[in-house]
């Protein structure tokens, strides 16, 4: 990747301003509401108007799935890749440079036009910065669309085959029947015992350590 980020550096700074600047600007995040396809949920923000955007064009070219995988795919060699990182956070960099440094690594990847587009347009309006946060805003999106719940459960010791799907059947109760449970697990020895499950916007503490700190909050008051 390293490589490739270095070649592609090169070669953008070539480009000349005129043949640089043919990167459409295909999202408006300040369309007329009524232009945009509806997405399932609301994301508010700067990244929420950039991923609402994305959502809709998506929708309109039938792109969806192809878009998010692409967009994915560079948000985890953004995140991954600290050359990539820091050619994208330099502000000495021309804009038309970091464009086509990532327009080479999504077309190498056979993306679809419009992920090129969405990068093309983050360069222009100088938000390649908030390109992970963009893209993540845009996955909740997506998840939403499939119907998919994220759900974090935190425990003392991993859970075990039979445990994790009993308690997965348990939270089915906090959900629509046309949703879908995405279920994290994380291991977290200060707990002590029970869990922790942060389920859409409900957050539950069934810790040992939380009913720990209620007993000694109430003794302290006690005294």
């Known amino acids: 990747m390293a490589s490739q980020v270095f070649r592609a550096t090169r070669m953008a700074a070539n480009v000349p301003i005129s043949q640089a600047g043919l990167a459409v600007r295909c999202l408006s995040t300040s369309s007329v509401h009524s232009d945009l396809a509806k997405a ?9 108007r950039y991923a609402h955007a994305i959502y809709s064009a998506a929708t309109k070219q039938k792109c969806l799935e192809k878009v ?26 021309k804009r038309q440079v970091k464009r086509g440094v990532l327009e080479e690594l999504l077309r190498k990847r056979n993306a679809h036009e419009l992920s090129l587009k969405v990068f093309g347009t983050l360069s ?31 425990t003392a010791k991993k859970l075990n085959n039979d445990q994790l799907k009993n308690v997965k059947d348990s939270l089915q109760g906090f959900i ?18 029970g869990m922790i499950v942060d389920i859409d916007d409900k957050y539950i503490d069934m810790s040992i350590a939380s009913r720990i700190k209620k007993v000694m909050k109430a003794m302290n008051t006690a005294t």
């Open 176 to 193: 629509a029947k046309n949703q879908k449970l995405q279920i994290a697990t994380e291991v977290d020895p200060k707990i002590i015992g």
């Open 40 to 48: 399932p949920i609301k994301v508010f923000g700067v990244q929420g």
């Open 68 to 93: 998010e995988k692409d967009l994915m795919d560079m948000k985890q060699s953004i995140d991954s890749d600290i050359q990539l990182e820091r050619l994208i956070a330099n502000p000495f960099m």
């Open 124 to 154: 222009e309006n100088n938000r390649l910065g908030s390109a992970s946060e963009i893209i993540e805003a845009f996955s909740r999106i997506m998840e939403a669309h499939r119907g998919e719940v994220r759900c974090t459960i935190t």
